[in-house]
């Protein structure tokens, strides 16, 4: 019997549809399918912070930033542990098949190694999804999850339906499947995220964990109206609509906007082949309200790639210095 999950398509997830398209079209034009480094790499800690934070990691962002970053941190041994095995895992990300089942596995057991004994297999036994004391979704026995994730890679490999559409479903159903005794949640964000990739490599760097994490009650709500229902059209529905914010907040950063051409020109002009902290280039630019020259000039200038950090890994540095990107 071919397997086909519970959705019906509505007006408003065509709507969303359209938007996102839209939006991932505008942003293309002017990342031009790429995505600054110190973007990229501000985007990575806020996923791995806020994917983590849902499974109750009380790491904050600057902590998280640090554990990346290689220095010490001061908190429990687990969560320090989760926070460096999540991100060796988005470090691989995009060289993983979505559709084979071995790279899922091999994901899992870089994202719960050390964590659980069964890290990089499927559950030998029953789990549940608790609210507090309450049960709000039995899992699937476990003698059934490995027909039932190769049945779900096989309809997502065969369905016509638009990525974006169909990922969202893959998310709700790996869900309701829930392979693994741990770790679900994490990896089910994870692979949505890689799924998406396949659309757009802008993906890859989009923080939706973030928006989840702030709709995080939603989230929940929606996955366990969906099973009620057994129809996963709401958790589509929700799921579309934080995607389609996260690519509207990327699409309103600070751009290089056709007013701020010439504002970069003019910083790429100062800084010449020289290496200069804010300052001298405000001094340079005959600038004296910092605002001002970082919405304008700066930030412009560093999210289209034309200048980068002196110390990438520390944004607020005292030492910061900029200078023009070495291709």
């Not at 071919?2 to 002017?30: M, R, W």
């Not at 554990?67 to 941190?73: D, E, P, Q, W």
């Not at 964590?115 to 789990?127: D, Q």
């Not at 589509?236 to 010439?262: P, R, W």
Request: include cysteine.
């Amino acid at each position: 019997m071919e397997y086909k999950p519970p959705f019906l398509i509505n007006d408003n997830i065509i709507n969303l549809l359209a938007k996102a398209s839209e939006t991932v079209g505008q942003i293309s034009v002017v990342y031009k399918n790429t995505i600054n480094p110190t973007l990229r790499r501000e985007n990575r800690i806020k996923t791995i912070h806020s994917s983590l934070a849902i499974e109750h990691n009380s790491l904050s962002v600057e902590q998280v930033t640090d554990l990346i970053g290689g220095k010490r941190v001061l908190g429990l041994p687990r969560e320090i542990a989760e926070v460096k095995n999540a991100y060796e895992a988005y470090e691989i990300m995009l060289l993983l098949n979505p559709q084979k089942i071995d790279d899922l596995l091999y994901a899992h057991k870089l994202m719960m190694n050390g964590l659980i004994k069964e890290n990089g297999r499927f559950r030998s036994g029953g789990v549940g999804v608790f609210a507090g004391d309450k049960l709000i979704h039995a899992a699937p026995p476990a003698n059934l999850v490995p027909k039932l994730v190769a049945d779900l890679f096989e309809w997502y490999e065969k369905s016509p339906l638009h990525i974006l559409i169909k990922s969202c479903i893959f998310h709700y159903e790996f869900e309701f499947i829930h392979p693994f005794s741990d770790g679900n949640g994490r990896m089910g964000r994870m692979w949505h995220t890689l799924l998406l990739s396949q659309w757009n490599e802008l993906f890859a760097w989009l923080p939706i964990e973030e928006l989840i994490r702030k709709k995080q009650s939603e989230y929940y709500a929606a996955l366990g109206e969906s099973d009620t229902k057994a129809d996963c059209t709401e958790f589509v529905e929700l799921m579309m609509g934080i995607i389609t914010d996260a690519l509207i907040e990327l699409d309103n950063t600070d751009q290089v906007t056709d007013q701020a051409t010439d504002q970069v020109k003019m910083l790429i002009n100062c800084v010449g082949n020289d290496t200069l902290s804010a300052r001298e280039i405000m001094t340079r630019l005959g600038l004296s309200h910092r605002d001002t020259f970082r919405k304008n000039y700066l930030n412009p200038a560093l999210l289209s790639g034309l200048i980068e950090m002196t110390v990438p890994d520390k944004p607020n540095s005292p030492k910061q210095k900029y200078r023009k990107t070495i291709k």
